[in-house]
């Protein structure tokens, strides 16, 4: 089910950010602004004591990069706003032989229990950083599926 969140995942915020490259590997400098989809830890909570059925909640992890201040903010608050306003599906997906993703049935919709978000600083100067290592920033989102495994 991971690989049904990340890729459902990509392809929402591909279908609604405009201009933006999202995807799993670190962005090169001509891809910016970019939005870097990480998958954080799972936890699994039983439905019933003894029960051998639960739910599961996943972290998410989003990096922003982007080539100057305004558009990290521009950006944050442009995923911040989707995330808390829309039902994001979750997808049944495959990867043909060209890693191309193959969109499924829907299986049901992201929860968000939480966001977070803070700048990523490396502790340089800016001058000193790669551009791509000068206007980070991370989002943490806690999302539940609300089905039953």
């Known amino acids: 089910m991971t690989k049904d969140i990340i890729l459902s995942l990509i392809y929402f915020l591909e279908s609604n950010l405009s201009n933006v490259t999202v995807g799993r590997q670190t962005p090169e400098e001509k891809q910016l602004p970019?939005?870097?989809?990480?998958?954080?830890?799972?936890?699994?909570?039983?439905?019933?004591?003894?029960?051998?059925?639960?739910?599961?909640?996943?972290?998410i992890h989003l990096e922003i990069f982007a080539r100057n201040d305004l558009e990290r903010f521009n950006l944050k608050d442009?995923?911040?706003?989707?995330?808390?306003?829309s039902d994001i599906p979750l997808y049944k997906c495959e990867l043909d032989s060209q890693s191309n993703v193959i969109i499924g049935d829907l299986i049901c919709y992201f929860n968000v229990e939480y966001i977070t978000d803070y700048r990523v600083m490396l502790g340089e100067d800016l001058s000193n950083l790669d551009l791509i290592d000068r206007y980070r920033h991370l989002i943490t989102v806690k999302f539940n599926f609300g089905k039953i495994e």
């Not at 990480?38 to 909640?57: M, N």
């Open 78 to 85: 442009q995923l911040i706003t989707l995330l808390k306003k």
């Open 34 to 59: 970019a939005v870097i989809i990480r998958e954080g830890d799972s936890s699994y909570k039983y439905i019933e004591i003894g029960g051998k059925s639960f739910t599961r909640a996943m972290s």
